[in-house]
């Protein structure tokens, strides 16, 4: 097994083999010893990342996926551990060279059914042995089963017609693909195919199904966070819901017209329950007693942050319900009681994800837990509740909670590399900010500050401020792989993280603020966040910096141009937006943009359209003085390349030090371990030269 020595932030990598078979490369864990306590970029990627989760029939043993990365072979792999519910006991039932996945138990609890290379596998949980059970014409995507295990329904890509066909005749080497409409790029992908559910028999020597969605460009799960989780078997087994976006090209680009569609098995029917609901609607679940269902919606169309709110449709009586309509947070991850009286749900608050329920005859809402936590999925275990939770601390462990809130920790998968770290500190602030209504009281914004390891509060130490994405993506307990706080701190770096204007956990008003005064409010309240922590006698107000991702990197571009005193001494921006109206002919979600700034930028008589435009960063490169370093990745079309270089190729004819980092194979985000590793090298590289 590959052991990692680490001295401060020298890494020697001994390159024998990332795990214990060398033939067939199993990665497994890394053996790790830190030395001073401090984290790196190898520590960083050598966590267990635990997946998925799933409890047997009897409550008795849990079944989980942990993916473990090899630096030298730029990839990583997930094998299925098994547990006790109660944590001990705990065994890993694979070992493979590729990763298993959406692990379903049979329901005598004797096999575990996952997918593996795509096709639907079975273990024998005993022993161990495996074999394939689907031989689908291509790879799926996910699949479950129905509640008697006697079908499978699962996502295949669907491939589209190629338009003008004809044109192709005799050009079987060109690479050319002609097209029509707006749905044509997204995400990271160029749209080619669509996900689409498919209905067969389960057993053995699977074979294609039936089409949910046949002869159509339709996609359910839909791209590019959508999986089985927007799919649900009602308890008899007789109907599926899922959700689907049912239109194509240039309303598919303007809408997040988002719905429910119920799928009758025995007659082939499919029917919308949530017609004339203009938002998105996803995550249905039927109520174990059969009658309902209950899904997230929000209410407007083309807004992708309304807040989302809990809804039921009645079967026996067609009546709908939104219960949520006075809670002013989101409601998300929805787990019916065993009576389908009560629905649990997570909820983000005040920088924190946890648990609530509610009692649906009353719509009364109750707490479950307060952590300091942020909680990412809900199940039953036996009479408790099962939950996967992280902090800013610590990645994601499973938990289990009882319905009085008492929590405990089952998985244990990065206790022993935690134990050697020296993760510094953390300050919850709340920062006067100005009024968001004008007139109305003063407000105060989260802040989070995090200190270095072995802090002195009477040393002297460099900030830098992290401007948050989204634009609405709360800065709230996560254990990033990238923006990973612990490991800015390691460097000796105090962070300043806001949760300005624009993000949700503070109720609506506040998360709704900024669409339309991208270059208002917000960044005040970023500038706020930094002025008052740089008064702090720890802080040296003369080496602050500022970096931020997506939205977070149109704000360092902002910065860039609104540097009023110098303020900051150096700014890095990843995946930003520089050019509004270049990005506003560049998305490929109208919607989106339509929202957010009010309409396109040629609409001049309307005033959120003159206002969101006025703050594009590009008007103001004539100010850009400080040095900044853009980074941006080629597969990324939500915010395209084109916009880091724009903002690059500015900064050199102006003279302003510039560096430029760009990734050839990555998207919005960088997924792969190496790109990851060079990637927090050179953020460090850079401030470094700047800031120390």
Same mark, same amino acid.
């Given at each position: 097994m590959k052991r990692i020595l680490i001295y401060g932030f020298a890494v020697a990598l001994l390159m024998s083999s990332c795990g214990q078979n060398v033939s067939e490369r199993i990665i497994g864990k890394p053996e790790v010893t830190v030395?001073?306590?401090?984290?790196?970029?190898?520590?960083?990627?050598?966590?267990?990342?635990?997946?998925?989760?799933?409890?047997?029939?009897?409550?008795?043993?849990?079944?989980?996926?942990?993916?473990?990365?090899?630096?030298?072979?730029?990839?990583?792999?997930?094998?299925?551990?098994?547990?006790?519910?109660?944590?001990?006991?705990?065994?890993?039932?694979?070992?493979?060279s590729g990763s298993e996945r959406n692990l379903?138990?049979?329901?005598?609890?004797?096999?575990?059914?996952?997918?593996?290379?795509?096709?639907?596998? @079975?273990?024998?949980?005993?022993?161990?042995?495996?074999?394939?059970?689907?031989?689908?014409?291509?790879?799926?995507?996910?699949?479950?089963?129905?509640?008697?295990?006697?079908?499978?329904?699962?996502v295949m890509a669907v491939d589209r017609p190629q338009l003008q066909s004809h044109l192709f005749a005799n050009l079987p080497k060109s690479q050319g693909h002609i097209i029509e409409d707006l749905h044509y790029r997204h995400w990271d992908e160029w749209v080619k195919r669509d996900p689409q559910l498919f209905l067969t028999d389960f057993g053995r020597n699977?074979?294609?199904?039936?089409n949910l969605l046949e002869g159509t460009q339709y996609q359910a799960p839909m791209r590019p966070f959508g999986g089985m989780g927007e799919t649900a078997w009602s308890p008899c087994g007789t109907k599926i819901a899922y959700n689907s976006k049912k239109m194509t090209g240039l309303e598919w680009a303007f809408s997040t017209n988002a719905d429910i569609f119920i799928f009758d098995i025995a007659t082939g029917n499919t029917r919308n329950i949530t017609e004339g609901m203009m938002g998105y609607d996803r995550n249905p679940r039927f109520s174990p007693c059969g009658r309902m269902?209950?899904?997230?919606?929000?209410?407007? @169309?083309?807004?992708?942050?309304?807040?989302?709110?809990?809804?039921?449709?009645?079967?026996?009586?067609?009546?709908?319900?939104?219960?949520?309509?006075?809670?002013?947070?989101?409601?998300?991850?929805?787990?019916?009681?065993?009576?389908?009286?009560?629905?649990?749900?997570?909820?983000?608050?005040?920088?924190?994800?946890?648990?609530?329920?509610?009692?649906l005859a009353t719509n009364v809402i109750t707490p479950i837990t307060n952590e300091d936590k942020g909680f990412t999925s809900l199940r039953w275990?036996?009479?408790?509740?099962?939950?996967?939770?992280?902090?800013?601390?610590?990645?994601?462990?499973?938990?289990?909670?009882?319905?009085?809130?008492?929590?405990?920790?089952?998985?244990?998968?990065?206790?022993?590399? %935690?134990?050697? %770290?020296?993760?510094?500190?953390? @300050?919850?602030?709340w920062i006067e900010v100005e009024p968001t209504i004008p007139g109305g009281p003063r407000e105060q914004m989260l802040t989070w500050v995090f200190f270095p390891p072995n802090f002195d509060p009477n040393n002297q130490y460099p900030a830098i401020l992290f401007c948050g994405g989204g634009p609405q993506s709360m800065v709230g307990h996560h254990f990033s792989y990238r923006w990973n706080f612990p490991l800015m701190t390691a460097h000796d770096y105090i962070i300043v993280a806001p949760n300005r204007r624009g993000l949700p956990g503070f109720g609506q008003a506040w998360n709704e603020q900024i669409s339309g005064d991208w270059g208002g409010m917000n960044k005040r309240d970023l500038?706020?966040?930094?002025?008052?922590?740089?008064?702090?006698?720890?802080?040296?107000?003369?080496?602050?910096?500022?970096?931020?991702?997506?939205?977070?990197?149109?704000?360092?571009?902002?910065?860039?141009?609104?540097?009023?005193?110098?303020? &900051?001494?150096?700014?890095?921006?990843?995946?930003?937006? &520089?050019? &509004?109206?270049?990005?506003?002919?560049?998305?490929?979600?109208?919607w989106f943009i339509n929202w957010e700034f009010g309409g396109p930028f040629w609409e001049t008589d309307n005033p959120v359209v003159r206002r969101s435009y006025a703050a594009s960063p590009?008007?103001?490169?004539?100010?850009?003085?400080?040095?900044? &370093?853009?980074?941006?990745?080629?597969?990324?079309?939500?915010?395209?390349?084109?916009?880091?270089?724009?903002?690059?190729?500015?900064?050199?004819?102006?003279?302003?030090?510039?560096?430029?980092?760009?990734?050839?194979?990555?998207?919005?985000?960088?997924?792969?371990?190496?790109?990851?590793?060079l990637w927090q090298r050179s953020f460090f590289d850079w401030f470094d030269e700047w800031l120390k």
């Open positions: 030395i001073d306590g401090r984290m790196t970029p190898e520590i960083l990627w050598s966590f267990g990342r635990i997946g998925e989760y799933a409890v047997s029939p009897d409550g008795q043993t849990i079944a989980y996926t942990v993916t473990y990365f090899c630096i030298e072979e730029n990839r990583g792999n997930a094998e299925i551990f098994l547990m006790n519910a109660d944590g001990s006991n705990v065994r890993q039932l694979t070992r493979t379903v138990w049979s329901n005598d609890g004797q096999r575990i059914y996952h997918l593996y290379r795509g096709q639907i596998h @079975e273990i024998i949980v005993r022993n161990g042995r495996t074999r394939k059970l689907s031989n689908f014409s291509r790879g799926i995507e996910g699949f479950s089963l129905s509640p008697d295990q006697s079908q499978v329904l699962y699977m074979r294609d199904g039936i269902i209950a899904w997230e919606t929000q209410e407007r @169309e083309g807004y992708q942050s309304d807040q989302r709110n809990l809804a039921t449709y009645n079967f026996n009586t067609g009546e709908r319900i939104i219960h949520t309509t006075n809670y002013d947070f989101d409601v998300q991850n929805l787990l019916w009681s065993r009576d389908s009286e009560t629905i649990y749900f997570l909820v983000p608050w005040h920088g924190r994800t946890n648990i609530r329920k509610i009692d275990l036996g009479d408790k509740l099962i939950a996967t939770g992280e902090s800013f601390f610590a990645p994601i462990e499973i938990f289990s909670i009882e319905l009085n809130g008492n929590i405990q920790q089952l998985s244990q998968v990065n206790t022993d590399l %935690l134990a050697q %770290l020296n993760m510094g500190t953390m @300050e919850e602030r500038l706020r966040a930094i002025d008052v922590v740089a008064e702090e006698r720890f802080v040296d107000e003369n080496r602050l910096g500022a970096a931020g991702a997506s939205y977070g990197g149109f704000s360092a571009f902002w910065l860039a141009g609104h540097n009023c005193n110098n303020r &900051f001494k150096a700014l890095l921006a990843h995946n930003g937006i &520089f050019n &509004f109206e270049q990005f506003y002919l560049e998305v490929e979600i109208m590009h008007r103001f490169v004539q100010n850009w003085n400080t040095p900044i &370093f853009v980074i941006h990745c080629e597969l990324d079309y939500r915010v395209p390349i084109s916009q880091g270089m724009a903002a690059f190729n500015a900064a050199q004819i102006m003279g302003v030090p510039s560096r430029f980092l760009y990734f050839p194979d990555e998207n919005h985000w960088i997924l792969t371990a190496q790109n990851g590793i």
